[in-house]
């Protein structure tokens, strides 16, 4: 990992050096991708020129701070660099603490569950967006326990939850997506839509005082197209990106690695523009995260990602602008393959490694705590002078 506030040397990404992808012996070769701004700056006007990265001179504060506290230098580990980046994010040492911490669902159906990816029917997106809003879910029960808030969009589920209201549909795209594998997901237009609402969310959230920003997905077959992002955008195998979801057994694997190969097919062709990637291969609730984590940039708000899903979206904001990693943290390691492959090529070191693969933003929810108490030790925590001029008062 890049140490916490100090900017690197700028580097596209699509220009790093990486094992050129395998679907199928008879596929034609990749088609060549926009490796140069021109194109994400025409798609992006001004994008790329406000998104900086968190201060180095406050990382610099923070890490003699951290060295003159009542410890040893480094005792701490892991939590001195949290912190240093905490501090350099708010611009400010000591920081203040992460009080105010919200969590965004983003929610989808996707056609490609009809193909049999999943374990669980279609119907349980929405079931599961009414339990978010009912609060029973378990990123509901791990949002309280750290004090943070939870708002579940329906960026394109596959029914009416209108009853629900417009904190909850305001945003909607469409109802689901097209099968990736034979069809796009969405239009160009409606992937347009999607990430200018997931701007628009991290504005409402940064206007209204968040400190901190969790992405969480709901989607039945969601890790399928988050599979093909990845495979797609890191240049990995198929067979190394496809994992097993909701638990599917073997022959569930195996349509699920012909939908991502076929997907994959489709989408080469496509990855000159991130928003017409996202039109072919992704989905209204991915392009809309996408779009949150972008804005979480430019407003220099940090995030915590969470599994497969909220990666490969990472991925993208990457590709559209490759400073905005540099505000977000790993919050877990799923145990999904593809979520490793993401977070090795944007070269973050996930903070929790507990086997979990529930997506909705649980695993970085169980990260947070540890990034509210490196912060809190970092501005709390006495200095070693006054502890020793105690003893000498003593």
């Excluded at 994008?47 to 003159?68: C, E, F, M, S, Y």
């Excluded at 009809?114 to 967006?129: F, H, I, K, L």
């Excluded at 997506?359 to 006495?382: F, I, K, Y």
């Excluded at 200095?383 to 003593?394: F, I, K, P, T």
Aim: charged share 20%; proline share 5%.
């Amino acid at each position: 990992m890049t140490e916490p506030g100090v900017m690197p040397e700028p580097i596209d990404p699509t220009e790093r050096a990486t094992p050129a992808a395998t679907t199928n012996a008879a596929e034609p070769a990749a088609k060549p991708t926009d490796s140069g701004g021109t194109r994400r700056r025409e798609r992006f006007p001004g994008l790329l020129d406000a998104i900086g990265v968190p201060d180095a001179q406050v990382a610099a504060q923070a890490r003699q701070r951290w060295d003159a506290l009542a410890k040893p230098r480094g005792a701490l580990g892991r939590l001195e660099e949290l912190g240093t980046w905490v501090a350099a994010t708010q611009g400010r040492c000591p920081p203040d603490l992460l009080t105010d911490v919200r969590v965004v669902v983003f929610a989808g159906d996707h056609g490609v569950a009809a193909s049999g990816v999943s374990a669980y029917p279609a119907a349980v997106t929405e079931a599961m967006v009414r339990t978010f809003v009912a609060g029973g879910a378990a990123v509901n029960v791990l949002a309280r326990q750290v004090g943070a808030s939870v708002q579940v969009l329906d960026l394109g589920v596959a029914a009416d939850t209108s009853d629900l209201g417009p904190a909850v549909t305001a945003h909607k795209v469409r109802a689901g997506t097209g099968s990736i594998d034979v069809e796009d997901a969405m239009t160009l237009a409606e992937a347009e839509q999607a990430f200018a609402a997931g701007r628009a969310v991290a504005d409402a959230a940064v206007d209204s005082g968040a400190q901190l920003l969790v992405a969480g997905d709901m989607g039945i077959a969601n890790t399928t197209p988050a599979s093909v992002l990845v495979a797609l955008l890191t240049r990995a195998e198929v067979v190394d990106v496809v994992g097993r979801g909701t638990g599917i057994d073997d022959a569930g694997w195996m349509r699920k690695a012909a939908a991502v190969r076929d997907a994959c097919f489709r989408g080469r062709a496509r990855m000159a523009d991130m928003l017409d990637l996202l039109a072919a291969v992704g989905g209204p609730d991915i392009a809309a995260m996408t779009g949150f984590f972008v804005q979480a940039a430019v407003r220099r708000t940090p995030v915590v990602l969470d599994g497969v899903v909220s990666s490969a979206a990472a991925l993208l904001a990457h590709r559209i602008a490759f400073t905005t990693v540099r505000w977000q943290q790993a919050g877990h390691r799923s145990t999904e393959p593809a979520h490793a492959l993401a977070l090795d090529r944007l070269g973050l070191t996930p903070l929790v490694d507990a086997q979990m693969r529930l997506g909705e933003g649980t695993g970085a929810l169980v990260a947070v705590p540890t990034l509210q108490a490196a912060t809190a030790l970092l501005a709390h925590m006495a200095l070693l002078e006054d502890v020793l001029a105690d003893v000498g008062d003593g």
